[in-house]
T-cell receptor, first 113, second 111 residues
């Protein structure tokens, strides 16, 4: 079974802090994704990566950056957390040629106070 | 992307088959039908996808009508753990595609 793990299930940070969210997948998938999910707004893509050191902006990249130094690991960075970044963050991965067959981690519920 | 229409909610008895419909009357020839579900407070879970033939895996079956304007996801023996929101998505298969979920169907499996 594909396994996608995220570093924390719940996280509370203060405004202005730098926040790192880590995601690791164990199925040698080329594609990795970071989404956020908010009530009434659904799932929104922040960034994705289709290879090591490659990244592409999604729909809402402002205030975020990403890092993919190894194939299995995709990190999301909030440079200076703000209260409007309080959300559920979801990481996913997929094979290169099966981009819509995505496997998700359990999510990190981030609260910024 | 083709628009999809799903019922807002449905109940199902434990142990019975759950049949979840999805209408996608504007689907184009190269668009696939994907199904995901999301159990409360968990990440979305891929279930199954298909182009025009019926598909079956260990989780569910997908029946696509001959004109491809609608489909049905079948959970053959629903359990309480199948209680979730189920999303039908119609998209072109391409690397790096983003997922977006519509309203979905909230399925409640009752004992």
């Amino acid at each position: 079974d594909v396994k996608v793990t995220q570093s924390s299930r719940y996280l509370v940070k203060r405004t202005g802090e730098k926040v790192f969210l880590e995601c690791v997948q164990d199925m040698d998938h080329e594609n990795m994704f970071w989404y956020r999910q908010d009530p009434g707004l659904g799932l929104r893509l922040i960034y994705f990566s289709y290879d090591v050191k490659m990244k592409e902006k999604g729909d809402i990249p402002e205030g975020y950056s990403v890092s993919r130094e190894k194939k299995e690991r995709f990190s999301l960075i909030l440079e200076s957390a703000s209260t409007n970044q309080t959300s559920m963050y979801l990481c996913a991965s997929s094979l290169w040629d099966r981009g819509l067959e995505q496997y998700f981690g359990p999510g990190t519920r981030l609260t910024v106070t | 992307d083709a628009k999809t229409t799903q019922p807002t909610s449905m109940d199902c008895a434990e142990g019975r088959a759950a049949n979840l419909p999805c209408n996608h009357s504007t689907i184009s020839g190269n668009e696939y039908v994907y199904w995901y579900r999301q159990i409360h407070s968990q990440g979305p879970q891929y279930i199954i996808h298909g182009l025009k033939n019926n598909e079956t895996n260990e989780m569910a079956s997908l029946i696509i009508t001959e004109d491809r304007k609608s489909s049905t996801l079948i959970l053959p023996h629903a359990t309480l753990r199948d209680t979730a929101v189920y999303y039908c998505i119609v998209r072109v298969e391409a690397a790096g595609n983003k997922l977006t979920f519509g309203g979905g169907t909230r399925v409640l499996v009752k004992p």
